[in-house]
């Protein structure tokens, strides 16, 4: 059984930082490609960044890139998220997610277990 706790969320004002973290249970995460998600009030919930289960590889929404930075540690089983230079349109619930098949390439469908997120409020 896969569980995903995330952390990290809060309030904080435009320009500055905040460090997400997801917690995962089970014995797939070395081998489980991970990602974050984010959904704003009144949208759909929509990519934000992806890591591959061997770590190598990431990929961005081009909302982000160049400001967020994804990471995983295998031994403690926990995925970040570093957001810099947050700015009011980054405002959203952030879900971790795990893919459910493993050793998924970064640009297959996501098929995810989800946490129950964590919210990130930027205020101007």
């Known amino acids: 059984q896969v569980q995903l706790v995330e952390s990290g969320g809060g309030l904080v004002q435009s320009g500055n930082s905040l460090r997400l973290s997801c917690a995962a249970s089970g014995q797939t995460f070395r081998s489980s490609r991970m990602g974050w998600f984010r959904q704003a009030p009144g949208k759909e919930r929509e990519f934000v960044a992806g890591i591959g289960w061997e770590g190598g590889k990431t990929s961005y929404d081009d909302t982000v890139k160049g400001r967020f930075i994804i990471s995983r540690d295998d031994v403690g089983k926990t995925m970040f998220l570093q957001m810099n230079s947050l700015t009011p349109e980054d405002t959203a619930v952030y879900f971790c997610?795990?893919?459910?098949?493993?050793?998924?390439?970064?640009?297959?469908?996501?098929?995810?277990?989800w946490g129950q997120g964590t919210q990130v409020t930027v205020s101007s």
């Open positions: 997610a795990e893919d459910q098949v493993p050793y998924q390439e970064m640009d297959s469908r996501w098929n995810a277990y």
